[in-house]
């Protein structure tokens, strides 16, 4: 049985509070971003690539039986660690669900609070990108 959006979200709340220093919770998300399955070549197009990051991000959303999959790559190390925890968190769910999805984890591991603002927003923007997907691919269904 595949885990709601929620149930994800709270697992990585729970890894986070394992770290009592920042320096840990970036190095777990550096560690993350090492894990992430690289991002073939032709999907690094200036279509993928998300505004407002200072660094270079690209998410390629596929719709696969009805959920939506999420690949990404970036070429700094904490922001790759950002992206994959967003993708573990939404990937493989539907359009709708992510849609309705409220992502509180970003601000309970007080991720926000530890990035620079350049950081932040780029954060808000693959956040926006991934709901951009969501929407346009619930159009279609």
């Known amino acids: 049985m595949m885990k709601t959006i929620n149930e994800l979200q709270d697992e990585v709340i729970e890894e986070f509070e394992d770290f009592e220093d920042w320096m840990d919770k970036y190095q777990m998300l550096i560690d993350l971003g090492n894990d ?3 991002l073939d070549d032709k999907y690094k197009t200036e279509q993928n690539l998300i505004d407002g990051c200072q ?12 959920r939506l999959r999420f690949t990404a790559e970036s070429d700094a190390l904490i922001v790759k660690g950002i992206i ?11 359009p709708q669900e992510i849609l309705a999805a409220d992502l509180y984890f970003i601000d309970r591991i007080g ?12 954060l808000l923007a693959m956040v926006k990108r ?3 997907y969501a929407l346009v691919y619930s159009a279609q269904s």
């Open 111 to 122: 991720l926000r609070d530890h990035l620079s603002p350049t950081r932040s927003n780029g």
């Open 84 to 94: 994959a925890l967003l993708i573990r968190v939404i990937s493989g769910h539907t």
């Open 55 to 66: 660094s270079r991000v690209w998410v390629q959303c596929d719709l696969v039986d009805g």
């Open 36 to 38: 992430l399955a690289p």
């Open 130 to 132: 991934i709901k951009a």
